[in-house]
């Protein structure tokens, strides 16, 4: 009764809007009402939906709410409510029924709903009903903001949704029966919204400023209008088909042709000569029926190889589960005139409104102001647009707001959510397998123009591409996206076309990698490394040792700890130690002794500082008693009270044990993951890249698609081809295609009757079959080994040989071999060797046993708890206490080479134990023997007066002193020549102190450098070098990086560590030379300090004026560098001390070259025994000072060279082998590799000056 009632109801509200006569609608009184009296019977519908389909039988829209609109459109009050009605009964049906219904009876009324919705997008297909909304569109957006009411901003949303809602309506093509080129609903549609001029009111709302509330709405019209298209038959429509087209088409043809000719030949053969009714019986033999005898036949014999026992049975019903995923509907050829239009409309799109619009929806989508999965919409438009923007005349400018890394992100990060979703979310799978296709494309899109712009005539367009690559490269997510979602593909969630886009984006990501790594020495990638650490929350936390031996070493480091930072606390610590809780119900008596327990438990765990600051923080709540000391106590008293706390036996309160309610929580409490990601770089090869590819879960997807190459394109064929070329020939991995299923699909190419279109795949297939018969004639195994997919370490084993038995297992030891290891191990546990595995493995019987396998046996029979017990230990960084004997040493070898010109060098060679430099120098520093680092440098002697002369030394000490006057010799150079262990991190970061110290307090020079305003002597001729080398391009970045920034630090006032990012493959380059470096470290500039750091930093403490001034001094000089030195010295205020220092460096030079000279000379003559004239070395020094005198400037040049001999050791020609001279005293130990060198230098002059 309910339902005829309503019916009643609606038929009399329905008769109350009016009547239609011929063309004219004459509406009724209450006409407005009688709408919203519908708009409220919608809001109470039942799920059937039974008043829209009501509504829809009745056309109420066709007949009565379109002609309303169309004649009364000037009553805004009727329009309003006519638009919101419509609105609601076009809204799609899967809004109205949440999902397509799984139960018969409402899936019927789902159709229904779908039926009547199909109806109304045909009745609104009219240039008249479109006239009338573009026209109310149109006078609304003519009112200005101000004037615009909230009315009026409904009826334009209105507007938009209604429009969207009937191009949303699904075709029927099975009742419209339209083929390609025909005009369907949506084309007629679509043409009466380009007749409206409603096309051009949404390119307003896409381009303007001040409408960008509506740019979601509007992305989702455009969608709607081109969702049948494809952007090549648009960018086709209208012009002329190219060769190309006609060649591929030609191709299709002739490969049809030859089929058509196969099959008719076939069917020739198969006609017998006798009648089908004399075709007779046959006994197949040796071919068993279900019981003993031979299988009878009863068919002609040219259809006998087609014969299988399956003939008859019924087909075998596939798991819903296990079916192959659908496609989704294909796309059709619309009329030609809608396909000009809609070109039209993308051309002006892309020129005026699609960079705005992208910019909109993508802020949109980040700041989430939009509804669910209109992520899509954006993802489509990216896509399409994009490849019509390829097709027609590639223009960079008019997709600019896509073309950034900023877009790669947000794709990869899509794709990574819609594939976590359809794991997770199993019952919509297919939906999210769809957006993920949407956002694979959106990639692959992104990819190809990059591509395009690569090939463009503009250098810009091309250089932004090649940033683009850099960074796409550069980080590992986007290199392995296509790795993974080929190792994920699942035939049941993911259509064919999706593998066929995911193959071609692979083909074309690998493609330009190859490229990008073709025309570069070395490229240096990003490589995270994820380390889990498992963490048992049942098991106690293993308490401290607390053996009289393991407290007082925990206390040597305690109070080494707390002398070395002078009992100084940070206030970060201070502020954050809270002694007590106030909230607490405890007693402040009984939490005192918590916190003494608390005190004693920061110092077994060896953490000083904070049990100082707990002691102390402790004093100020509970001051009576002194119990943690008085208010006056000193720091070596409270030093004495933390001893004494630490070996205090205090009362501890047993910890509550958890409570666990359920399993699940047990066994989340039981075993934990933690992640750490390690980010470090890595030098890329391509081979090995490729490497990563050889994978049968990656190769099945391949030849999936490969089973469909009749009706693949030629170019998803070459991209199939093309990766199993790079695994087969590139790699020499062709038995990963040794298997049964790929043999039959190669046999089925090589059968084809139309292989020669498919020449590509057929020389393919011949090489895999001719290289597997080769390997089955050596292997007798390999046709088995044809049932089984094979890993890389099978294809090893099938193609260069299987293991012997027992080769991989475990080896075995004998109950001798374990006795006399554990006697070994017993014998020399106790003997201070700093690795007792290195010293049992030549001392046991079996010589073949490696380290691993003993460090296994020794935990596997319980004489070791752990194999870290028996690590290799590292040289000197490792020793991190100090003995009191080591103490006493190093105390004793200071007090002897204190005064001694290198003091850190002796001590280093010096002490039994060997550690590195910065644990030596934080050593002494922690001691008191010295107050700063400084004192530790190596002294240089600036030339003294008594040793000018040479008189009272001996030819070492005279070589030694003339050496020292040259200070460019970096401190830590000599230490490394002379081959101490010590670690590359803390010699680098000791020099990095140096030389910022040096660069602070003046350098090493005589001249004091109040600020680094004036040039330094010893960057003149670097800069020099590289500019020969070809960098001045990299000089002058670096020139402008400075001055930006000392321009920031002063506009700002602020000063912050400044990354120096090399965008340029010059720039790139120029940071991977050592000289460019070593300029790095001379102007200040911070390396990476860790692995978590890239580039290179200019440190926050170097103020503006210093940065300019290193600016300046990278500016090029007209005149030679090597006059930098006299320039400074004219213009220095100490200017007559500087050439008074340089004219005593230009005699001992000269009297180093004829010292030189003379050993040369005595050497040569007792080798030859020649009779030569003696010279002395008088008479060689005063011709060499005549000859001085008359080329001054080439002596000032060999000063110079020996000056700068640093940065010019490893360019300059030192071929010369300075042991020719034969004196074993010549030469001595303690000399470093850099006098030597200045050494051969000046006897390269010498011999230039005799020729």
Known sequence: MDLLRMNCELLATCSALGYLEGDTYHKEADCEESVKDLIRYLRHEDDTRDVRQQLGAGQIVQNDLLPIIIQHGQDKALFDACIRLMVNLTQPAMLCFGKIPDDPVFRHHFLQVTSHLQAYKEAFASERVFGILSEILYNLLQLDWEQRQEEDNLLIERILLLVRNVLHVPADPGEEKKVDDDASVHDRLLWAIHMSGFDDLVKFLASAQSEQQWSMHVLEIISLMFRDQTPEALVSAGQARSAEEKQRDCQELEALRQKEHAAKRSRTLQRGTRHSRFGGSYVVQGLKSIGDKDVIYHKTLHNFKNYTHDAGKAVRRVPKRNRQAQECKDKRRSALNVRLFLRGFCMDF??????????????????????????????????????????????????????????????????????????????????????????????????????????????????SSSVIKSNIFYLMEYREIFLTLLRKYDETRQPHSYLKDLVESTHLFLRMLERFCSGRKNLMVQKKKVKRKRSRHDKKSSAPETSPEALAETWKVVEEELKGSGFQLSESLTESIVPFDATSETPLEEQRTEAMVRVQDALLVRLGPEALG??????????????????????????????????????????????????????????????????????????????????????????LLLKSYSKNTPHTNHCIARMLHRLAVNLKMDALLYQLSVFNLLNKILSDPAAAAYKELVTFAKYVLNRFFSLAAQNNKAYVELLFWKNVGAVREMTEGYSKDGEGKKPTWTEEEEEELRKLYEEHRHSEVPDIVETLLPLLSNSTRTRRQVVTQLVHMGLVDNAKELKKPKKGTQIVLWTEEQEQELEMLYEEYKDSDDVLGNILKKLTAKRSRARVVDKLLSMGMVSERRELYKKRSRGG?????????????????????????????????????????????????????????????????????ERRADIGPMVYALQQEGMSG??????????????????????????????????????????FRKL?????????????????????????????????????????????????????????SQEEEEVSSEQRAQALRALLLTRKRKHHNSEHAAPVSDFSLVDDTDSTVERSQEKTSAKRSRSRVLDDDEENAEDSTTAVDMDTNGDADSDREDIAAPVKRRRKMALIDEEEDED
């Open 945 to 1013: 007066q008594g040793k000018s002369s040479g008189k009272g030394m001996t030819e070492e000490e005279f070589l030694e002193g003339l050496t020292q006057g040259f200070p460019d010799e970096p401190v830590d150079r000599d230490d490394e020549d002379e081959g101490e262990d010590e670690s590359e991190e803390s010699e680098e970061e000791e020099g990095e102190e140096q030389e910022q110290e040096k660069s602070q307090n003046g350098g090493r020079r005589s001249q004091s450098l109040h600020s680094p305003a």
């Open 1080 to 1136: 790095l470290r001379k102007l200040g500039m911070r390396a990476p300090a860790n692995e978590q750091e890239t580039f290179w930093r200019i440190p926050a403490k170097i103020s503006a004026s210093q940065l300019r001034s290193a600016a300046a001094a990278l500016s090029p000089r007209e005149e030679d560098p090597k006059g930098d030195e006299e320039q400074n010295g004219s213009t220095s205020p100490t200017g007559e």
């Open 614 to 703: 707990l002691l102390r923080a402790a004093r100020e709540v509970w001051p009576e008693g002194d119990v943690f000391g008085s208010a006056d106590v000193e720091p070596e008293e409270e030093l004495e009270l933390l001893k004494q706390i630490l070996h205090a036996n205090l009362p501890r309160s047993s910890p509550p044990e958890p409570v666990v309610e359920d399993e699940d929580d047990a066994a989340e409490l039981e075993e934990e993951e933690l992640e750490s990601i390690q980010v470090s770089e890595t030098e890329f090869n391509f081979l090995d890249f490729i490497k990563r590819f050889a994978n049968p879960s990656i190769v099945r997807p391949y030849l």
């Open 1034 to 1075: 990299p000089m002058l970045w670096l020139q402008n990086c400075l001055n930006r920034t000392a321009e920031d630090r002063e506009d700002d006032g602020v000063s912050q560590a400044v990354p120096i990012v090399p965008l340029t493959e010059a720039n790139e380059e120029a940071m991977e030379n050592k000289t």
């Open 350 to 463: 892309l020129e005026n409104c699609y960079n705005h619009l992208m910019y909109l929806v993508k802020e949109s989508l980040i700041r989430e102001q939009t509804q669910q999965h209109d992520e899509t919409y954006y993802l489509w438009a990216l896509s399409f647009f994009m490849a019509f923007n390829r097709g027609n005349g590639f223009r960079a400018d008019f997709v600019s707001e896509t073309m950034s890394i900023r877009t790669f992100h947000f794709i990869e990060r899509n794709i990574t959510n819609y594939y976590e979703m359809i794991l997770t979310d199993r019952k919509e799978a297919t939906s999210w397998s769809r957006r993920m296709h949407l956002a694979l494309k959106a990639y692959q899109e992104l990819l190809l123009t990059v591509n395009e712009m690569d090939r463009s005539r503009d250098e810009s367009i091309r250089q």
